[in-house]
């Protein structure tokens, strides 16, 4: 029993985390609650759809057994196009493995040097910090400077 009360403990602390990692705005909270039930933000930051994508994406799991709304979904498909849309920035210093992959184009060995380096020396300030990290393709960060926010 007490390792079960453990596990759902370490979750919640995850969840947070995860929760903290996205942007404020509207719908964030209900994004939380419908999203981050079933899975981390890694699947929701790696894509970058329109937002009707956002809203099919959303219906579909829906389908597969998400609890929400019609209102509760729009509200989650205008804040995930909002910032993650087709046009949107990486945010890099709360960007996961998956996003720094799909978005940036990084290798896996790429990915995992960007969140280490992260870890140990804090958040980046501009692009050309990004291009000290060890391991790093520096021309994959400067074609992609301008997607980037800090």
Same mark, same amino acid.
């Given at each position: 029993?007490? !390792?079960l !009360?453990?596990?759902a403990s370490m979750a919640i602390a995850a969840d947070d985390e995860e929760a903290k990692a996205l942007p404020d705005g509207?719908? +964030?909270? @209900?994004?939380v609650t419908v999203c981050l039930s079933c899975h981390g933000t890694g699947n929701i930051r790696k894509r970058r759809l329109t937002k009707e994508g956002w809203a099919e994406k959303v219906a579909d799991m829906?389908? *597969?057994?998400?609890?929400?709304?019609e209102s509760q979904q729009a509200t989650v498909a205008d804040y995930l196009a909002q910032n993650f849309g087709q046009n949107s920035k990486l945010r890099i210093n709360t960007a996961p493995f998956e996003e720094l992959r799909s978005v940036?184009?990084? #290798? @896996?060995?790429?990915? +995992?040097?960007?969140?280490?380096? *992260? +870890?140990?020396n804090g958040d980046f300030k501009s692009w050309e910090d990004l291009v000290k990290v060890p391991g790093l393709?520096? +021309?994959? !960060?400067?074609?992609?400077k301008? #997607?980037? @926010?800090f």
């Open positions: 029993m007490l !390792i !009360i453990a596990a509207p719908g +964030k909270d @209900v994004t829906v389908d *597969r057994g998400a609890e929400a709304t940036l184009g990084l #290798s @896996v060995e790429e990915s +995992k040097a960007v969140l280490s380096y *992260r +870890k140990d393709d520096a +021309k994959k !960060i400067e074609t992609k301008e #997607s980037i @926010v």
